[in-house]
């Protein structure tokens, strides 16, 4: 079973910085893109930014020049860094990759809350 685990999320003041991990385990022969949304209360889930294999790089107009995505590809881990966090930032972050097991699927973790509060 291909599992997806979140980490790093918490309670941080504006203008401050987190890093989310996202790690792959189970039976898995590749992976393709890999991706952080989020869902804040009351909203749908939106893409942050996404990753593909090569290392090229999408984001979502909000978070540009602020959040920094990037892969490690032996480790099948993703990561957010986040930094100049504002309280609009405040949301559960999901992680979400392309995987192929017996075929190509997309799966999702559990979610890591991110609260920017002061």
């Known amino acids: 079973q291909v599992q997806l685990v979140e980490s790093g999320g918490g309670l941080v003041q504006p203008g401050g910085s987190l890093r989310l991990s996202c790690a792959a385990s189970g039976p898995i022969f590749g992976i393709n893109a890999m991706g952080w949304y989020r869902q804040a209360p009351g909203k749908q889930r939106e893409l942050v930014a996404d990753?593909?294999?090569?290392?090229?790089?999408n984001y979502a107009d909000s978070v540009k020049g602020r959040f920094t995505i990037s892969r490690d590809n032996a480790k099948n881990t993703v990561y957010l860094q986040l930094n100049s966090l504002k309280p609009e930032d405040t949301a559960v972050y999901y992680c979400?990759?392309?995987?192929?097991?017996?075929?190509?699927?997309?799966?999702w973790g559990q979610g890591t809350q991110v609260t920017v509060s002061s």
């Open positions: 979400n990759a392309e995987v192929l097991w017996t075929t190509w699927d997309g799966y």
């Open positions: 990753i593909t294999r090569g290392g090229t790089t």
